[in-house]
């Protein structure tokens, strides 16, 4: 299969790099971006240019085994392309799949076409998406739940507080953040990540909405630190004994996950508006959506 703009040669290297990493049933792709880059530079008086191209690639990926934690995968993959692809998977489990399939899904029924394969060893049967009122009702149900807990770690965030620990802050910025990419990811993909991870998250989500954007880091280098700072909360916050982060690193990281959160809020209240015409236009019954 060719994907517009992704140079065959590079995905079929892919294929063969994650195929030699896993038993591998089948790939289905989901986002596929190329960069390029240009670097000049002198040195003894010679000038040079040099000219990089660099692809990320978010995946579906179906094995014959558990991938629990993809992140080591994830940079296994990296290596292995010579750090000119970046990989965002998702992971199934052949046997999870099957199960899935046998009882619908939603996202899968949208992610497993036979347009968006790259590689399988074997056709899956495949279900189609169902519409129905009840599952209009899960899918707000469970968007309510992770925005309201997004809000909630929000708020302890600007508890005034008598002890100062930044560190500790930026745990709750990060559950913020990442409680909010799980409700965004749910809303369009009707998934839950099995995995978190806030990298992760916020470039799945970076893959159908540009909310993700704010967060993740500019080229500036305040944005960058303050980026590591929040991907690396919960490690910082258990075996530093050194505070190295700032409050004005902190209330930066709060104001970006605040408005955030609420773009995303607005943006999940119009994508709950097109749902519920989706899966109520068989009925005659409507719902008022707050």
């Not at 929000?154 to 953040?177: C, F, H, P, W």
Request: glycine share 2%.
């Amino acid at each position: 299969m060719k994907i517009k703009n992704i140079p065959q040669h590079v995905l079929d290297r892919l294929v063969k790099v994650i195929r030699s990493l896993i038993h591998v049933h089948s790939i289905y792709w989901i986002a596929a971006t190329k960069k390029n880059s240009s670097s000049s530079y002198k040195f003894n008086s010679k000038a040079y240019q040099h000219l990089e191209e660099q692809y990320e690639f978010t995946l579906l990926i179906i094995s014959y085994e558990d991938i629990n934690n993809p992140k080591p995968f994830m940079s296994q993959v990296f290596n292995k392309m010579n750090e000119h692809v970046k990989l965002y998977s998702i992971h199934y489990s052949y046997s999870d799949i099957i199960r899935r399939l046998e009882e619908g899904d939603n996202f899968l029924s949208r992610i497993l076409l036979p347009e968006n394969c790259i590689f399988q060893e074997r056709a899956l049967f495949l279900t189609g998406y169902c519409s129905h009122p009840r599952e209009f009702q899960e899918i707000k149900k469970v968007w309510e739940f992770r925005i309201n807990r997004a809000f909630y770690f929000m708020d302890k965030i600007n508890i005034g507080d008598t002890v100062y620990d930044e560190s500790a802050r930026m745990v709750l910025v990060s559950q913020t953040i990442m409680q909010t990419c799980a409700a965004l990811i749910w809303i369009y993909w009707e998934w839950k990540p099995h995995y978190f991870d806030l990298d992760l998250l916020l470039n799945l989500s970076k893959s159908f909405s540009r909310s993700p954007r704010i967060v993740l880091p500019k080229k500036s280098f305040t944005s960058k630190r303050v980026y590591s700072h929040l991907c690396h909360s919960q490690f910082n916050l258990n075996f530093k004994t050194v505070d190295d982060v700032t409050l004005k690193d902190s209330d930066y990281a709060t104001e970006l996950a605040g408005r955030f959160l609420r773009i995303v809020r607005n943006e999940g209240k119009k994508r709950l508006k097109e749902l519920e015409f989706l899966h109520y236009r068989n009925t005659r019954k409507e719902i008022f959506v707050k």
